[in-house]
């Protein structure tokens, strides 16, 4: 049985006392409402992994994330964190290839291969991100995108080290848009990413992979999304950074 998981990408919102305030609600409130078996992930700002960390208080069903490692395991990189300082600092996950990443910061599929190897050795869990963009789906390229992005950027792994990998698609035309795949375009592209991973790998390991929706997911399409059979979740943007969308969300399983 695969994970249920929701992610809350902060990306770079919220200053210390906003973050406190915000980590404090949902811990609160996935205490009060939440149900069902879904695994929660915070991923804040690289300044308050520490103190988020602190506030989950050991809390069993919502763990910390980060937004992004540097691929060395130390030395001269000013202004890089590496795995084994997130990993020093509670942090259990990491969000590796998002589309802002390789977007503005020039990140490719041969640079997030040396980035997943770091994370794993280091005992961090990569949430590994693909997705097409709107010009690439336009020219139906999206399989072909999803398929080099993950045989270049991912499958370089062992099956024991893929097993502890959770792998995010956010179709880029749908993030900080307002457009939001429908739960048909979503479901039928999280199949082919099943279907390369039982290709690659084997059956059981298609099987047993996380795959989360990451494209505008919001209290108000989160149910109809998750419904579908091979979308186990999603990694949540702009609706994380408000507690009670967050939460409505966590509780659409």
Not at 74 to 96: C, D, F, H, R
Request: net charge negative.
């Amino acid at each position: 049985m695969r994970k249920k998981i929701v992610a809350g990408n902060w990306k770079m919102n919220k200053t210390f006392e906003e973050a406190q305030a915000l980590v404090s609600e949902v811990v609160n409130m996935v205490q009060d409402e939440v149900n069902n078996q879904a695994e929660v992930v915070l991923c804040p700002p690289f300044p308050f992994l520490s103190s988020v960390s602190k506030a989950l208080g050991g809390n069993s069903n919502i763990h910390l994330g980060a937004q992004n490692c540097h691929q060395k395991e130390s030395g001269a990189y000013t202004g890089e964190v590496s795995a084994a300082m997130l990993k020093s600092v509670g942090v259990e996950y990491v969000i590796l290839g998002h589309s802002e990443r390789r977007q503005y910061f020039n990140e490719d599929n041969q640079l997030l291969e040396t980035k997943v190897k770091a994370a794993l050795q280091a005992g961090l869990i990569p949430i590994f991100c693909i997705g097409e963009s709107l010009e690439q789906r336009e020219q139906d390229l999206t399989f072909d995108v999803i398929e080099t992005q993950l045989k270049e950027g991912l499958f370089h792994v062992t099956n024991e080290e893929f097993a502890r990998v959770v792998i995010a698609y956010e179709p880029i035309w749908a993030i900080g848009t307002g457009k939001t795949a429908t739960s048909q375009q979503a479901q039928e592209v999280h199949a082919f990413i099943r279907e390369q991973i039982a290709r690659h790998y084997d059956a059981e390991a298609a099987a047993n992979t996380t795959i989360l929706y990451g494209g505008s997911a919001n209290p108000g399409n989160a149910r109809e999304l998750f419904s579908q059979p091979d979308i186990d979740g999603g990694l949540i943007g702009g609706a994380s950074l408000k507690s009670r969308d967050f939460t409505d969300i966590i509780k659409s399983f």
